[in-house]
């Protein structure tokens, strides 16, 4: 059990929720973490794998941490050190059906119809960001996306690519002090891994900052933004539940190749209404072949044709994505496979929605 309000936590007493990152660091063996709200019923999902020796890797986005402030993590196979950073919490109000959610009269989400590049650093006149270097970047891409003035943070994906030796990427909003933490780590040359959290916003900006190194090239899609309830009445609010099974493809549909899509409707069991505007899923790429990524969006959404959720870049790798999405009627989702080539299973679990 870790304790996330107290003292010396940001977390204030009753929250019902927060926005984390957790990163694993020593790995032995191969394994996986799971994380759920203190209390919840233990159930079959993973929030964070590793294959092998020496890894680190960082993966979250949102958890219930029930009624004593805690969250609990529970492990299997090998051994890893881990730590957690909070980045953000929800707060408690009821909404219509009784459900505890996210606070009213405070910051509301809207997501996106499907995910926007905002930034992509392999473009040319960017580059890639070395060890000890910060680099402003517009969230908004210069108007693009509908991010609305009003707005005070965004949920979004981080994607390192061409890594060099090893290092790390610390995300903050535009102008804040870096600090200790990091958002997404690369452990050896020529990975590409992703991210999803939460970021708060100064006049639509965010920075990005490496350490550790080495250095990397990366890309930043923007999957919605937070922003106060008085200007956006139709915004939406968060509601956590215990992590539940929505998908698996290999007991349903199986493997996903490159340049294929599929809708698929997500099994969300009895704590989450018929009626949600998006998900917080938890996508784990698993049985890889050859190399790839996966996007995923709203069923009902514009097509997005740039952006991704998780990559893979050989054989037989497991790693997982903590996110969120637009969803379409009765819970779907578009997953798109994209990609030089190859195939991939593919898990869903839920762990929370927007309504």
């Known amino acids: 059990a870790v304790p996330v309000s107290g003292a010396g936590q940001p977390v204030p007493a009753g929250a019902v929720a927060i926005a984390y990152n957790v990163t694993i660091v020593d790995t032995s063996g191969a394994g996986f973490l799971a994380i759920a709200p203190a209390g919840g019923q233990p159930t079959p999902t993973s929030t964070i794998n590793w294959t092998g020796t020496g890894q680190v890797l960082a993966n979250g986005f949102a ?202 409707e997500l099994a969300t069991g009895a704590d989450i209404p018929s009626r949600v505007s998006g998900l917080t899923i938890n996508l784990t790429e698993t049985e890889t072949v050859g190399q790839g990524y996966l996007r995923l969006q709203a069923n009902d959404g514009q097509v997005s044709t740039e952006s991704s959720t998780i990559n893979w870049t050989g054989n037989g790798q497991t790693m997982a994505s903590g996110t969120v999405s637009g969803v379409g009627a009765n819970h779907s989702v578009l997953v798109t496979a994209g990609g030089a080539g190859g195939a991939t299973n593919y898990v869903m679990d839920i762990t929370g929605y927007f309504n």
């Open 63 to 264: 958890v219930g941490i029930g009624e004593d402030n805690v969250i609990v993590l529970a492990g299997g196979g090998g051994n890893t050190q881990f730590t957690i950073d909070i980045v953000g919490y929800y707060t408690p109000a009821v909404n219509m059906d009784g459900a505890i959610a996210s606070q009213a009269d405070g910051d509301v989400f809207t997501p996106l119809a499907s995910p926007q590049r905002a930034y992509d650093s392999t473009l040319p006149g960017n580059g890639s960001l070395a060890s000890g270097q910060s680099r402003s970047v517009d969230v908004t891409e210069g108007g693009k996306i509908p991010i609305p003035a009003a707005a005070t943070a965004v949920a979004y994906t981080i994607t390192e690519t061409q890594t060099q030796g090893t290092g790390f990427l610390n995300v903050t909003p535009a102008g804040a002090a870096p600090g200790a933490t990091s958002v997404i780590n690369w452990y050896a040359p020529g990975q590409t891994m992703a991210n999803s959290l939460i970021v708060g916003i100064v006049d639509g900006r965010i920075t990005v900052t490496a350490g550790g190194g080495g250095a990397t090239d990366f890309k930043i899609d923007i999957l919605g933004y937070y922003s106060p309830s008085a200007s956006t009445p139709r915004g939406q609010r968060f509601t956590p539940v215990t992590p539940v099974r929505g998908y698996d493809s290999r007991v349903a549909d199986g493997s996903l190749g490159v340049g294929a899509s599929r809708a698929t």
